[in-house]
C-alpha cells in the first residue's frame, strides 16, 4: 500500500473538524507535514498571547478581551494553544517564549 500521498491535508483535516490532537506517522516523511498540521495559526497564537499575559497580568483572576469572558477554563485552552506552538516549533512573541524557558533561561 503507498504512502498517503497528502498527510498535511489528512492532518489538518482530523485537527480542525475532529478535534484530533496527535496523530501516528508510519513513514518519516509524513511527520514534518504532520506537525505543521496541528500546529496553531499565527493569529491563534498572538490571542493565546494576549490572553495568557492579561491572565498573568490579573493573578489569574477572570479577564475580558475583546468583549469575551475568559477564566481558568479558557486560560487552559490558550495555554495549551501555546505549548503546541512550542512543541511544533512555531514562532512565538519574547514574552511567551519566556514562559517555555527553564531557570537557567535556556528553552525547553
Known amino acids: 500500500m503507498a504512502p498517503c500521498r497528502r498527510p498535511q491535508a489528512a492532518a489538518a483535516r482530523a485537527a480542525r473538524?475532529?478535534?484530533?490532537?496527535?496523530?501516528?506517522?508510519?513513514?518519516?516523511a509524513q511527520i514534518r507535514p504532520i506537525l505543521a498540521a496541528f500546529?496553531?495559526?499565527?493569529?491563534?497564537?498572538?490571542?493565546?498571547?494576549?490572553?495568557?499575559?492579561?491572565?498573568?497580568?490579573?493573578?489569574?483572576?477572570?479577564?475580558?478581551?475583546?468583549g469575551v469572558l475568559h477564566?481558568?477554563?479558557?486560560?487552559?485552552?490558550?495555554?495549551?494553544?501555546?505549548?503546541?506552538?512550542?512543541q511544533t516549533g512555531r514562532a512565538l512573541a519574547p514574552q511567551a517564549q519566556a514562559w517555555f524557558a527553564n531557570a537557567d533561561g535556556t528553552q525547553t
Open 17 to 28: 473538524e475532529f478535534g484530533y490532537t496527535r496523530m501516528w506517522s508510519i513513514h518519516p
Open 39 to 66: 500546529a496553531p495559526e499565527d493569529a491563534e497564537i498572538a490571542r493565546a498571547t494576549r490572553i495568557i499575559s492579561a491572565a498573568i497580568d490579573a493573578d489569574w483572576a477572570p479577564i475580558s478581551e475583546d
Open 71 to 86: 477564566d481558568r477554563a479558557s486560560y487552559r485552552y490558550f495555554w495549551q494553544v501555546l505549548e503546541r506552538a512550542h
